[in-house]
């Protein structure tokens, strides 16, 4: 569906966690377990290897083979850790990466255009997309069935009762 080399962004590093080199980190996708899916993760110009994550307050603690002391952890806060988007698990029917809908255009089941999706939040009902009209404005709705009916890899659809 989108550009199979794509770096996707799944944490990234908050600061050290102890004296070892563990790290604490921010996470941006289901939990500290989807991590473990993972051996290698590109930290900028470096790759850092995955040892062990454990969950944590507001998000994880990681162990990497690169990272020994306290310093080489603080050195790194900051530092996004991505894999290639080809990495990630294949998707089943109706399911989607949050990655693959930011940016993409959106148009009205009345076939005119929306603009586009530029954020996807989750307040705990489920995902609501954010979308930039052209003058500047934006609006959000639920994804779901009723007010998203369609999207693909060139864009989503909006049911115009949803639109703003």
Partial sequence: MANADRPVTLAAIAGAHGV?????????????????????????????????????????????????????????????LTVPRSALPPLGEGEYYHHDLLGLPCVSTD????????????????????????????FMVPMNDKAVPAWTADGVTIAAAFIE
Avoid: C, H, M
């Fill in 20 to 80: 070892r080199g563990e790290v604490r980190l921010k996470l941006f996708g289901e939990g500290a377990d989807t991590l473990r899916a993972f051996s290698v993760f590109a930290a900028g110009d470096r790759n850092l290897t995955l040892k062990s994550v454990r969950p944590a307050n507001q998000g994880a603690v990681a162990t990497f083979a690169e990272i020994t002391d306290r310093s080489g952890a603080e050195a790194l806060r900051g530092t996004v």
């Fill in 111 to 138: 076939g005119s255009a929306v603009g586009e999706v530029v954020a996807i939040d989750n307040f705990g009902a489920g995902d609501i997309l954010e979308i930039a009209k052209p003058d500047g404005k934006r």
